[in-house]
């Protein structure tokens, strides 16, 4: 069955298969290292071996499957598709995976045909995308791309397990991880296929859109320190409460990003240190995630909250700290593959729809080493990393159609 319709039957029924994979009874919970990964990863290189192509695993644990180019091509280089395997907490079934399956589907199509491109196709499943385990970033495709900092192998989990320790335990070592770096000169390009975690799609009716940029984020942790105080003796106007001050800053970061069309902000995390209930907090810790995809704007977003924290810590009497815990810049997808990828949706009677990625992605790691581009799938209600994440067949069958008319736009170009 190689027809678009029976391939994403196919897809559908791995993603359940796969969804038994878990270290939480009742829960899709698969981080990195884990048994439950290494047997979703085993399923899918037996899948793609089926397929015609040949696997192997690199030393940080990503899966690999080459479906050999055509033997008459000299020094064939490589076009990319793929994943990851890997999830958050409680995961739906279809982030990262659907990436990783299309991918199969599309070389079990030219297998079934007998057909060889005038490039290899590779499929990867990355390995560590979601960071669970490790509060890693794109630990899988960065040790692909050549970008690995070896000092993340002293970095250690809830239970005090290094990733250097995991590595070894899962067969590997984690001195071969330099060699596993990929020739960016024999790569085409890379092309993920993934839910789009938001509700564009969806209102305007389209199963597929293109991904035109994935936006870039500040990530900071945020203190104020007043004065701890007997909640019943100390007059309202000689406080110095953390957490009102906290509470502010909440609010001014709705207000700065609510004001810019495509910026998202959100404080995750608040806690009250030594919190009781009759005592004024004194020190209150906050997280702050403010993402565009426009670097620009967004370090204008994030000057204007440091100056309102600022002004706020100022006027209530109380001390701020404010410390940068991650910054990456947007990444735009490359012109030339994005522009192919909307022809291929185009050629499958879509209009291609453009829009940005608010979360990140493999892609951020590849781009700079190789040309991305991303495609994206609508999912109900925008739900994602939520067991109520859901897509449909039938826009599955639309993303196999795209990837096959992509696969053979290229092909016909490097002919």
Not at 248 to 275: H, I, N, S
Not at 356 to 371: E, N, Q, R
Request: hydrophobic share 45%.
């Amino acid at each position: 069955m190689t027809g678009t319709a029976e391939r994403a039957a196919r897809i559908m029924a791995r993603c359940d298969a796969l969804a038994v994979y878990s270290i939480e009874p009742g829960a899709i919970t698969r981080p990195y290292g884990t048994p439950a990964l290494t047997a979703a990863m085993d399923d899918v290189a037996a899948w793609m071996r089926n397929a015609g192509m040949t696997t192997r695993r690199d030393a940080i644990g990503n899966l690999i499957g080459v479906y050999d180019a055509a033997p008459d091509v000299p020094s064939p280089q490589t076009f990319l598709i793929g994943g990851h395997l890997d999830s958050v907490r409680n995961a739906g079934r279809y982030d990262g995976i659907l990436g990783v399956l299309s991918g199969v589907a599309a070389v079990e199509r030219l297998h079934a045909r007998g057909t060889r491109l005038p490039f290899n196709v590779m499929v990867v499943a990355f390995v560590d995308e979601e960071g669970l385990r490790f509060h890693t970033t794109y630990l899988g495709s960065r040790a692909f791309a050549g970008t690995f900092d070896d000092a993340m192998l002293e970095v250690t989990d809830s239970e005090g397990r290094s990733l250097a320790d995991v590595i070894r335990a899962n067969g590997r070592d984690p001195g071969d991880i330099p060699a596993g770096a990929q020739d960016p000169a024999s790569f085409l390009g890379w092309v993920e296929a993934h839910i789009e975690q938001g509700p564009v799609l969806e209102a305007a009716d389209l199963p597929v859109g293109v991904v035109q940029a994935i936006v870039g984020g500040t990530r900071a942790a945020i203190t104020f320190r007043g004065v701890a105080g007997h909640a019943g003796t100390v007059p309202m106007g000689n406080r110095h409460d953390a957490l009102c001050a906290a509470a502010e800053f909440v609010l001014a970061v709705e207000r700065v990003a609510g004001t810019r069309a495509g910026m998202v902000g959100t404080v995750g995390q608040l806690e009250v240190e030594k919190a009781s209930s009759n005592v004024i907090p004194g020190e209150v810790r906050l997280t702050l995630d403010l993402r565009h995809h426009v670097d620009t704007t967004r370090a204008e977003a994030e000057r204007e909250l440091r100056d309102a924290a600022r002004e706020i810590a100022d006027r209530r009497g109380v001390a701020l700290d404010w410390q940068e815990v991650q910054g990456y810049a947007c990444t735009v997808c490359d012109l030339d593959l994005t522009a192919a990828l909307a022809r291929a949706v185009e050629r499958a009677g879509i209009a291609p729809r453009r829009l940005p990625s608010g979360a990140g992605h493999d892609a951020v790691t590849l781009s700079a080493v190789m040309p991305v581009a991303m495609l994206f799938v609508r999912c109900r209600g925008g739900v994602s990393h939520n067991p109520a994440e859901s897509i449909t067949e039938s826009d599955v069958a639309v993303t196999c159609q795209v990837l096959d008319n992509l696969l053979d736009d290229l092909a016909r170009e490097h002919a």
